[in-house]
């Protein structure tokens, strides 16, 4: 999902995180209704990945970008630019951890999926979740830290 200059200034709009972060638990119920609907889980899939897809490019840019929200985008932006304006190392290692703490929450999805486990499916949900937004914590700590110094980023703030 390649997003430019102005998808990523649209992202940062306080609505786009939270109502992206409201779309998780029903994506969860999406792909749980496999057990309930089996192939036909796929149409309400698909319409989340549409609007999964929508949600950052159809939010105005926000006035202020002092919010958490927008600071945390902003945050993982800055993250993904590391190879050109270098983190320090203890947001790197803690993005890694995180990341490996969510992807760990999939796997516990996963196989509470696969064994029609809807208690085991929902922790690892739920825990993917906190996970989350942990890291979009940490990403606004090291958009804080990072525009301090850096012109570019800098001028991110308004």
Known sequence: MQM??????????????WTRLATFPF????IWSWHWIGWLCLIPLAL??????????????PA????WASRAVLGERVFLL??????PVEHTNAATLLGVATSVCGFLMAAGFLAAE????????????????WLCDRMVWLFDEMSEGIPEYRAWRR
Do not use: C, Q
């Open 64 to 67: 202020s970008t002092r919010s």
């Open 27 to 30: 994506l969860m119920f999406a």
């Open 82 to 87: 590391r190879m050109i304006h270098p983190v």
């Open 4 to 17: 430019d200059e102005r998808v990523w200034e649209r992202h940062a709009n306080p609505w786009s995180v």
């Open 48 to 61: 989340l990945a549409l609007w999964l897809w929508l949600n950052p490019r159809i939010f105005p840019p």
């Open 118 to 133: 809807p208690i085991t499916f929902t922790v690892g949900g739920l825990l993917l979740i906190l996970f989350k937004l």
